[in-house]
């Protein structure tokens, strides 16, 4: 999208990226906000001592999405990753704005990055993100059945990997 443009957060949009994932997150068919994630998420500052915020901004600055990418090792926000990869986590879209190719322009963001450490990406989703998958899989990630997590009694998380 070319009226679109991604970067590293400001502390003065932590607030909506916050928000913003709350909201996108709230749209799925079943709670994914269960056990204190929706104060982890809504902790932007927090998260960002130890991830790269990003966020998707249109022609007047305004957050239109946002993404959490992870390469500190010793970050709490990578998990369930091997220690070559990288992470990608909480992709989220202003439901005002979906269908606009922001969350793709976000996940490509990701992969350059990866690219650039020269380290495979992974992500996990659920069941109810369909629409995310279909991405992940359009970019050429690769569904990875034995990387998936099971033991929550909400949902399964499903893994993907891409490899530069």
Request: hydrophobic share 40%; aromatic share 8%; with cysteine.
């Given at each position: 999208?070319?009226?679109?443009?991604?970067?590293?957060?400001?502390?003065?949009?932590?607030?909506?990226?916050?928000?913003?994932?709350?909201?996108?997150?709230?749209?799925?068919?079943?709670?994914?906000?269960w056990g204190g994630y929706d104060a982890e998420i809504l902790d932007v500052a927090g998260r960002a001592e130890t991830?790269?915020?990003?966020?998707?901004?249109?022609?007047?600055?305004?957050?239109?999405?946002?993404?959490?990418?992870?390469?500190?090792?010793?970050?709490?926000?990578?998990?369930?990753?091997?220690?070559?990869?990288?992470?990608?986590?909480?992709?989220?879209?202003?439901?005002?704005?979906?269908?606009?190719?922001?969350?793709?322009?976000?996940?490509?963001?990701?992969?350059?990055?990866?690219?650039?450490?020269?380290?495979?990406?992974?992500?996990?989703?659920?069941?109810?993100?369909?629409?995310?998958?279909?991405?992940?899989?359009?970019?050429?990630?690769?569904?990875?059945?034995?990387?998936?997590?099971?033991?929550?009694?909400?949902?399964?998380?499903?893994?993907?990997?891409?490899?530069?």
């Open positions: 999208m070319s009226d679109i443009a991604i970067r590293a957060a400001r502390v003065d949009e932590y607030e909506r990226v916050g928000r913003l994932t709350i909201d996108a997150y709230s749209t799925l068919e079943r709670d994914h906000l991830t790269e915020i990003l966020v998707a901004v249109d022609a007047d600055d305004h957050v239109l999405g946002a993404c959490t990418f992870v390469s500190d090792r010793s970050s709490p926000w990578i998990e369930w990753s091997e220690p070559d990869e990288v992470q990608l986590r909480l992709l989220a879209v202003d439901t005002a704005v979906r269908a606009r190719g922001i969350g793709q322009a976000l996940v490509e963001e990701c992969m350059e990055r990866a690219r650039e450490l020269g380290r495979p990406l992974l992500l996990h989703t659920t069941p109810h993100m369909e629409p995310a998958q279909r991405l992940y899989e359009r970019l050429g990630f690769v569904r990875r059945t034995d990387r998936d997590v099971h033991g929550f009694p909400e949902f399964p998380f499903l893994a993907y990997r891409w490899k530069p």
